[in-house]
Nanobody, 122 residues
Framework: QVQLVESGGGSVQAGGSLRLSCAAS????????MGWFRQAPGKEREGVSV???????VYADSVKGRFTISRDNAKNILYLQMNSLKPEDTAKYYC????????????????WGQGTQVTVSS
């Protein structure tokens, strides 16, 4: 079965950086769309960034210029480089993947990982 396992979360001071990784396994074909979503306590899940099979990307306005999504198709790993972190970035970050051309920040379909916690202190 398909598995997505996130890693790289942790605690960091405002202005710091973290790099999240998502290892995918159990699939036959490369995912068309992969991305990162986050959810803070009491908040709805929010799309952070997605990347298509052609490496085209979409970012939430709140992270543009600070976060960079990338994928290593040979190793089946998705990354999220997070720089200039802010306290409002604090959330549990989830990796998602789908066989769909509708690669956007809605996050209403596909496979999901268990998440990794990111905490940014001021």
């Amino acid at each position: 079965q398909v598995q997505l396992v996130e890693s790289g979360g942790g605690s960091v001071q405002a202005g710091g950086s973290l790099r999240l990784s998502c290892a995918a396994s159990g699939f036959r074909y490369s995912f068309v769309c992969m991305g990162w979503f986050r959810q803070a306590p009491g908040k709805e899940r929010e799309g952070v960034s997605v990347i298509n099979s052609d490496s085209s990307t979409v970012y939430a306005d709140s992270v543009k210029g600070r976060f960079t999504i990338s994928r290593d198709n040979a190793k089946n790993i998705l990354y999220l480089q997070m720089n200039s972190l802010k306290p409002e970035d604090t959330a549990k970050y989830y990796c998602a993947a789908a066989y769909t051309p509708y690669c956007n920040l809605r996050g209403n379909s596909g496979y999901w990982g268990q998440g990794t916690q990111v905490t940014v202190s001021s």
